[in-house]
């Protein structure tokens, strides 16, 4: 009964038996590198989400906030690598970082330019093979 993480630079996030079995091409990865994708509404912001378990939650620093009444849309950055996109417009990153939207909670209260602790749901992670970009499932 083997426990798997995933670490994203300093942050590590501990992959739950759910989401393993919902992607068993995973266990075919076991240290190689893969690439992640997080969708903006399986972030929130710990101090809303309630109990959030031991590696379900990184560090971010929070660079801007947009208000929408409903949600806020929260941009951050996280100590990790990232994956050109190929869009020329996409926002230069510092080296060793990737920028995030999350979808927060209106209760929210993260402030820009502070650091926040953003919950993520472990079980809608996806993944993707390095070098062909396609996703890992079986």
Known sequence: NRTYALEIAAPTLTLSPELLAKRPGLHNYDGKR???GIRPEDFEDVAIAGEVAEGSSLK???????ALGSEIMVHFSIDAGRV?????????????????VGRF???SRVRSG??????V????????????????WE
Do not use: M
Not at 60 to 66: C, H, K, P, T, W
Not at 121 to 136: C, G, K, P, S
């Open 34 to 36: 893969v690439v992640l």
């Open 60 to 66: 971010a620093d929070v660079s801007l906030l947009e």
């Open 84 to 100: 050109d996109s190929g869009d020329p417009d996409a926002v230069e990153e510092a080296a060793g970082t990737a920028n995030a």
């Open 105 to 107: 909670s209106p209760r």
């Open 114 to 119: 502070e650091t926040a602790k953003v919950a």
């Open 121 to 136: 749901t472990i079980e809608n992670l996806h993944f993707f093979d390095q070098d062909t970009r396609l996703a890992i």
